[in-house]
């Protein structure tokens, strides 16, 4: 199993442009989640997801979007990039939301927004 | 949004000695993890705490759920150099099982 991709692993872009972050899992995992991480900081959710077209804002879901149309899939879409979304974003998956079911990680994409 | 207090911010110590953090939270917490991010990777499960005074370990680590329910411990024993990484905190309300809040982690650094 490749458990959490993310592509791509590196991107900047300039303030305006959008994007798409990819995130895929082959666990078969119902629970979806972004995170993104600034320098020296703890992980932020920014969105998650319970399964096949069910999704929910996190911490800090402004200036982002999500769609969940399977199970593997779960892109997290930027539509105005602007500097303050400069910062290393995760994507992790998981068989249920309480705690014993743990969280795998992707390994990150970094984003900087110039 | 929730704060995890986590400290130190970083540690720089010599392989073979012993290394303690700590995480804490004006909020109750139901389950505290901790986590290692080795660089360029996404972060690690190392151990899941979900009752107040439980004390877990896995191989040289040893967690401690917080009597109080909002604060976490975490112990290395005997370091070794692939020990350096950063190490993360994370807990879940008590009233809200669909998000974890991540501390601002402990970088550690181990000197052979």
């Known amino acids: ?114 | 949004g929730q704060q995890l207090n986590q400290s130190p911010q970083s540690m720089f110590i010599q392989e073979g000695e012993d290394v303690s953090m700590n995480c804490t939270s004006s909020s109750i917490f139901n389950t505290w993890l901790w986590y290692k991010q080795d660089p360029g990777e996404g972060p690690v499960l190392l151990i899941a705490l979900y009752k107040a005074g439980e004390l877990t370990s896995n191989g040289r680590l040893t967690a401690q759920f917080g009597i109080t329910r909002k604060d976490s411990f975490l112990n290395i024993s005997a370091s070794i150099p692939s020990d350096v990484g950063i190490y993360f905190c994370a807990g879940q309300l008590y009233y809200n099982f669909n998000k974890f809040y991540f501390g601002s982690g402990t970088k550690l650094n181990v000197k052979p």
């Open chain 1, 1 to 114: 199993n490749a458990g959490v991709t993310q592509t791509p692993k590196f991107r900047i872009l300039k303030i305006g442009q959008s994007m798409t972050l990819q995130c895929t899992q082959d666990m078969n995992h119902n629970y979806m989640y972004w995170y993104r991480q600034d320098p020296g900081m703890g992980l932020k959710l920014i969105y998650y997801s319970v399964g096949a077209g069910i999704t929910d804002k996190g911490e800090v879901p402004n200036g982002y979007n999500v769609s969940r149309s399977t199970t593997e899939d779960f892109p997290l879409r930027l539509e105005l990039a602007a500097p303050s979304q400069t910062s290393v974003y995760f994507c992790a998956s998981s068989a249920g939301l309480a705690a014993y079911n743990e969280q795998f990680f992707g390994p990150g994409t970094r984003l900087t927004v110039l």
